[in-house]
Nanobody, 126 residues
Framework: VQLQASGGGLVQPGGSLRLSCAAS????????IGWFRQAPGKEREGVSC????????YYTDSVKGRFTISRDNAKNTVYLQMNRLKPEDTAVYYC????????????????????WGRGTQVTVSS
């Protein structure tokens, strides 16, 4: 089981990025997938999650209306479209599975993810 996050980079405030989480060794659509981020000096934070069976999506309050999570089963990939980026979105972003989406978003101490991908750096700066 391997996950690989990609798509990060340097973007100006107000800009957009699309992160990808590609999987190998298993079929993603059977599992809930979570996106997390960790900024320097801060705790890891659950950002978004997509459920396994019915693709219900979850977002932490600070990204609602700006970020969109989706999956492409044919490509075995989950995406995080990030629009109207802010400097406070700067962090290393990770994807993980399997997860409990309610825990990802509502439990600040959630540590139940089974597999983690390597992170991708997102920097929002002018």
């Amino acid at each position: 089981v391997q996950l690989q996050a990609s798509g990060g980079g340097l973007v100006q405030p107000g800009g957009s990025l699309r992160l990808s989480c590609a999987a190998s060794g298993f079929t993603m659509d059977y599992y809930a997938i979570g996106w997390f981020r960790q900024a320097p000096g801060k705790e890891r934070e659950g950002v978004s999650c997509i459920s396994s069976s019915d693709d219900i999506t979850y977002y932490t309050d600070s990204v609602k209306g700006r970020f969109t999570i989706s999956r492409d089963n044919a490509k075995n990939t989950v995406y995080l479209q990030m629009n109207r980026l802010k400097p406070e979105d700067t962090a290393v972003y990770y994807c993980a599975t399997p997860v409990d989406c309610v825990g990802v978003i509502y439990d600040p101490n959630y540590n139940g993810a089974g597999n983690w991908g390597r992170g991708t750096q997102v920097t929002v700066s002018s």
